[in-house]
């Protein structure tokens, strides 16, 4: 069969104890054409990987956050160009560091004001405190719990309101918790919370039943065992449960902040109802116009996507995930044009918007998606299922 040979290099994976299992889907010409399931969602129990489970899907929950507010703005509620201080008026007079890893009395007033366009593309000047965290804006960032669970989306803007940007908005590429500020964003313009957004306008659109901030008990049979590798060699076989990352307890009960940017737990039906939509050119979400800001490149010629240890070569960003601007040998079977992102638990995406062709891929292992795994799977799609 044509997917064998794809099933086998995921197979691959899991054979060599770097992955518990996965499940995918290929989407071509805008339909489901390959539903597949490789390995297990529990290794201690040897339970087999099933359509029905549940994942933690972590950054890529950001796409749905842009996804909400590219609605909103072909509602006029907000141009892209607008200081995001005029809705979130705790980020309407901020500061910028002398540069990204100096002390915090370093900092002046920013000349530019954080504008939408800016958190939508990760050019704001905001970081994550798990990048470079020995520098004094992510140990700020820690002790100002900015990305606590237990506070709101209103008081994390609160929190950041009083710290430093990295650099002048606009200026460079880092990611951070930009996509936090657009879910607040959607919050305040639509006057609802985030949850019940998302459930109006994202997922009762789409048919998506599964996906949610939190999985209610009776469900959480259905969530794929979450597993973590060796953190000094992340390529060395074996996994070890870690059920208790990010926080004790999480994905599995309710907590006050709705997160944009990593928060939900989805399932590969629903996943791929959202990328089939975009495949075939945004309805029932989007306008066919709006989509262009889900798929070209939204940064200044030649601003490239790096992270403090890591470089991403021949890659801009739209309004909503990373677009190749040219092909890489990191990953040869992209085309440019493509659109792709991920999450912490190597869950993965991506678009190839001129062909409606479009790939979900999940699984669950921490901090295992700078693992080759993407790559090798693409390539063998490529191979087996040309677009």
Request: charged share 20%.
């Amino acid at each position: 069969m044509q997917f064998d040979t794809i099933d086998a290099a995921l197979q691959d994976e899991v054979d060599g104890g770097r992955f518990p299992g996965f499940n995918y889907t290929i989407i071509r010409g805008g339909e489901v054409v390959a539903r597949r399931c490789v390995g297990f969602a529990d290794l201690e129990r040897r339970e087999p990987m099933r359509e029905d489970h549940l994942f933690r899907i972590f950054s890529c929950t950001k796409l749905l956050a842009s996804i909400a507010a590219l609605q909103l703005w072909e509602q006029g509620k907000f141009g892209f160009d607008d200081p995001v201080g005029d809705y979130i008026p705790a980020l309407a007079k901020l500061q910028v560091l002398a540069a990204p890893d100096a002390p915090l009395d370093s900092a002046k007033p920013a000349r530019e004001p954080v504008r939408v366009r800016h958190v939508l593309t990760h050019t704001a000047g905001l970081t994550y405190s798990f990048l470079a965290p020995q520098t004094p804006i992510a140990r700020a960032y820690a002790a100002a719990k900015v990305s606590s669970p237990f506070t709101t989306l209103a008081e994390q803007m609160d929190a950041l309101g009083t710290l430093p940007l990295l650099f002048e908005p606009g200026s460079a590429w880092h990611y951070g918790v930009s996509t936090d500020v657009v879910g607040r964003l959607v919050e305040v313009v639509s006057g609802l919370p985030l949850d019940q957004y998302f459930q109006r306008h994202l997922y009762e659109p789409l048919g998506m039943r599964d996906t949610a901030f939190w999985v209610p008990a009776e469900q959480q049979h259905r969530l794929a065992t979450h597993y973590v590798g060796d953190a000094a060699d992340p390529s060395k076989p074996g996994l070890r449960n870690a059920e208790h990352l990010p926080y004790e307890g999480a994905y599995r009960k309710p907590v006050a902040r709705l997160n944009p940017g990593g928060g939900l737990v989805s399932s590969l039906d629903d996943y791929t109802r959202l990328v089939q939509a975009l495949a075939r050119g945004g309805a029932p979400l989007l306008q066919p116009d709006t989509m262009r800001y889900v798929t070209l490149d939204q940064l200044p010629p030649g601003m490239p996507m790096a992270f403090p240890d890591s470089t991403l070569p021949g890659r801009g960003h739209s309004f909503a995930a990373s677009v190749f601007r040219e092909r890489t040998d990191a990953d040869p079977a992209a085309e440019p044009g493509d659109v792709q992102w991920s999450g912490m638990s190597a869950t993965r995406w991506m678009l190839a918007p001129k062909d409606k062709f479009g790939l979900v891929l999940m699984t669950q292992r921490y901090l295992g998606s700078g693992l080759p795994y993407w790559p090798r799977f693409k390539q063998a799609v490529h191979d087996a299922l040309p677009r």
